[in-house]
Every structure is written in C-alpha cells, then in structure tokens.
C-alpha cells in the first residue's frame, strides 16, 4: 500500500501521434485512456526487460485487494448476464500479418488478455466478449515527464451496442478511480525490482 504512483492519464495524442504498428488495423476502434507509467532511467531499448517485469507480477486478474474484488464481481456478472459466452466478435489476428501474429504465442498471455503481437517497443493484447473488443496496447515512447523512456498503456474500444456502451460508461470511474492507479503502482513496482 506504500508505494505511490507517479504514473498519469495522459491525452490520446500520446497514442495517436504515435507511429504504433497495431493502428494499421484498429481504425474502427476508438481510444478509451492512455496512461503513462514511470520507469526510471529506462532507455529506448528497455521494453522487453519492463514487459518481461510485468509479465512477472501476473495477469490484470491477479491483482489484490479492491482490485481483485472488482475482477471477482465483474467475472460474476459476465457470467450471469452471459457477456463472456458464445459468439463475441473476430480477433483482431486475423487482420494482422502474419509476420506480426508469430511474434508472440499464447504463453504471453495475461488473461483476460489474448496476445496479438510484441514488437521491440510494442505489444498488444485482446479481450473480445458481448459487451466490448478492446485492445490493451503496451508502448514505449520518450518519457512526459523526463529524459528516461516510459511505458504507455493505452485501452482501445470498440462497444458492442448499446449494452456494450452501457458497460464502458459503468465501469469507467472505477477504472480510473481503482484500477488504472493500481495497475500503474504493481508496474511501476515491477520496473524498480526487476532483475538487471
């Protein structure tokens, strides 16, 4: 609980200004956040050690506390209201190269998450249900606040219906309020502590 963040919310312009190869096919999603995680001294070409450090603390599901009970409730309500069953809409693989698809395999995966692709200095991910497709994007820019690089995690959208919007603008405070600040804070943690 000691840790504080110094990760923010930053505009979609720190997206869509960048040269991101997993914008070539998500023209009909739209940017939901970006968020900006801190990484010290990070360099240009320190992505694979920060992904490599997240990848050590677990998937968005096994976070603690608050966080872990907003997962339980939301995985309970899926189920209830069916959101995670049957039909949902196509990956977004099947629209990526396949150059792009092979560099990654389905033991990247952070459930809920499905991995797309992971480049040097980007990664993607999917979560395709009735109420959402969206897209966790990882990047790795010059950093807001320094000289250092920084990771940007960036959720792209794309509502199924009005259940879908329904569902984003419910879960939208809770996202920023407790999720995003908790996600921000165990990352922010994996970069100190990573092994050099």
Same mark, same amino acid.
């Given at each position: 609980m000691g840790d504080k963040s110094t990760g923010a919310k930053l505009p979609d312009s720190a997206y869509t200004t960048m040269p991101w190869r997993i914008r070539e096919v998500t023209d !009909?999603? *739209?940017? *939901? !956040?970006?968020w900006r995680i801190s990484t010290p001294g990070a360099g240009p070409d320190d992505f694979p050690a920060m992904h490599a450090a997240m990848r050590g603390t677990g @998937?968005?599901?096994q976070q603690k506390g /608050?966080?872990?009970l907003l997962f339980a409730i939301r995985w309970k /309500? @899926? +189920? /209830?209201l069916r959101l995670d069953n049957g039909p949902a809409g196509t990956s977004l693989a099947t629209r990526l190269p396949a150059a792009l698809t092979a560099t990654t395999t389905p033991a990247h995966a952070q459930p809920p998450f499905t991995p797309l692709c992971e480049l040097p200095t980007e990664a +993607? $991910?999917? %979560?395709?249900?009735?109420s959402v497709h969206a897209v966790m994007h #990882? =990047?790795? +820019?010059? $950093?807001? +606040? @320094? &000289?250092d690089h920084e990771l940007r995690m960036t959720v792209l959208v794309k509502p199924n219906g009005r259940l879908g919007r &329904?569902? /984003? $603008? #419910? %879960? =939208?405070? #809770?996202?920023h309020a407790v999720v995003y600040p908790a996600l921000t804070r165990r990352w922010e943690r994996a970069w100190r502590e990573r092994s050099r």
């Open positions: !009909d999603f *739209h940017v *939901h !956040d970006v @998937g968005v599901n /608050l966080v872990k /309500l @899926g +189920a /209830l +993607a $991910s999917e %979560i395709v249900n009735r #990882l =990047g790795w +820019a010059p $950093s807001t +606040a @320094g &000289a &329904a569902y /984003l $603008s #419910l %879960i =939208g405070p #809770l996202r």
